[in-house]
């Protein structure tokens, strides 16, 4: 720890006063350090944690008590960072008898003074830290939990962040919300999607609903009609616990397969699997170029879309499920889903299951950029989401 030295005195007054250690004699100047003298200590004017940091890590030899503390403490930091994010979340005291460095979710440190204060987690890492903290004892390998994308657990749910945001917000890896409720199940439940979700196909007959009006500029929202919902299958697996390699039989863990599934009114149109479209590589968030001048743009963008386009224009409107479920070549499609957050994931993500490219337009769109981009695309396979 390094302080300011003109604060060393007074940290040894504090250590020396009669208040700061109750009935144990002082064997020598600073032996015992009152909680007065540990405040000042650790107060932002004189603690220096990367200096703290550093010197762990070059004094901490490999495979020694010293290490496996400073993992601890960057595993704490990591928790620490993961439930800053999660206002009314709660922990069970049980975890205070656990160690760290011992939990399947902390990652190797290999004793680099250089790395951050606290684990890169996947968010894989991350649910297996919430679950550790929420039960106490529950220590689960990462490797199962890549495709969980939220845990209920009591009267709370742990939802990973794509989940609950506008798809043109990039929700990190270790970006978890929580909200009140759950599932109805006891215990813990770990929430998985089907390995194949289904998505509505057009019947014959439905080519009067079809209309493809040519696109106005006009930013609206056809979709208010359009919800989400979490539907339970017949599947569920009991998961295996690493501490105990056995499972908890007062509040029993497993991965409960549950449907998220997008609906028209009352009328069903797909089962999304919302973590894996958004890792795919072929989503795009559009940008202005404008907005780039940290990146050395000087372009300054101007034009309503009337005066961009000129009234040329091939675009053609989706203002309703069919027009997006029907795949016609001649001309590119823009959903009209403005300002309507849930729509524009469920489109963006029923977009990637149907091996379209979407690209997600932000609220406010510069039509100057937006024509260059249009104009640049090759293939039938993009779709626009507004």
Known sequence: ??????????????????TSTPGIPHVRRGAYMGVKAVEKALSSIYFQPATLVHWFGR??????????????????????????????????????SQTMDKACWVPNWNGDSRQPYRHTLSRAQTFACIAMFDTGISNFDPIGLRDVYAISSGNSMYVAGPLLCDPYENAGETEIRHIAGNIGRPGLSMLVPPPDPKIHKLPPGT????????????????????????????????????????HIIDRPVKLVETLVSVFDGERWVADLDVLAAFGSSTVTRFACKSSLARSGSSRVCHGTFDEVFHSVNSMVSVDNWEEFLERSDDASKIVRAHGNWLA????????????RRPIILPPDICWSCFKEQVSSLQGSDHILIM
Request: aromatic share 8%.
């Open 59 to 96: 004094t901490a030899p490999k495979s020694s008590p010293e290490r496996s503390y400073v993992s601890s403490l960057m595993a704490c930091a990591s928790a620490a960072k993961i439930y800053h994010l999660l206002p009314g979340a709660t922990i069970a005291t049980s975890i205070l």
């Open 344 to 355: 524009r994931l469920a489109f963006v993500v029923a977009s990637v299951q149907q091996l």
């Open 1 to 18: 720890m390094t302080v300011g030295t003109a604060a060393v005195e007074e940290f040894h007054q504090l250590a020396q006063s009669p």
């Open 207 to 246: 080519w009067n609903q079809l209309n493809f009006l040519r696109f106005d500029g006009k930013l609206e929202n056809s979709f208010m009609r359009t919800s989400i919902h979490l539907s339970l299958t017949d599947y569920e697996m009991p998961l295996p616990d690493q501490l105990t390699d056995e």
